[in-house]
């Protein structure tokens, strides 16, 4: 299969609806494309038939046999890129870190880092308890483990 091609075909069918993003592109040895999606505002069933159909129309069975599979990255998958982080600005993320996790609001994003906001629980300076304390952290994509966004009912 001609990585390429699918990958030419693929940016096609993305440049014709701008919302939409990739997330991760692979074609295994048994000629299984895989691809998956995301969208500035989500990603519809009929917008993987459109890339599907962008893909597989100009490929020849006859040429080459294959199979292939056009997903939307899932509620629950991990924030992968910085488009991904910026579409979520607003939300709150169970984010991973080399040495802690936090759970924070989703405050910022551009191409380098996230900024997050949250409260903890800290104890008193001075005598016993604890107050409540605003916190917030600028933070690399480099330092990030993984970060999802938290689903609230």
Not at 60 to 83: K, M, N
Request: with cysteine; net charge negative; charged share 35%.
């Amino acid at each position: 299969m001609q990585k390429e091609l699918v990958k030419e075909l693929l940016d096609k069918a993305l440049d014709e609806n701008e919302s939409l993003f990739l997330i991760d592109f692979e074609i295994k040895s048994d000629n299984q494309i895989f691809v998956v999606i995301d969208g500035d505002k989500g990603v519809s069933v009929n917008d993987c038939i459109d890339v599907s159909r962008a893909i597989e129309h100009n490929l020849d069975r006859e040429e080459e046999d294959f199979s292939l599979e056009v997903t939307s990255a899932g509620v629950a998958a991990p924030l992968l890129i910085p488009r991904q982080f910026k579409k979520n600005i607003g939300r709150k993320l169970a984010v991973k870190l080399k040495e802690e996790a936090i759970e924070a609001n989703l405050e910022d994003a551009n191409e380098e880092e996230i900024t997050l906001r949250w409260k903890a629980r800290e104890p008193k300076p001075v005598g016993k308890g604890k107050i409540t304390v605003k916190k917030e952290a600028v933070i690399p994509y480099s330092d990030i483990v993984e970060a999802k966004v938290m689903i609230t009912f």
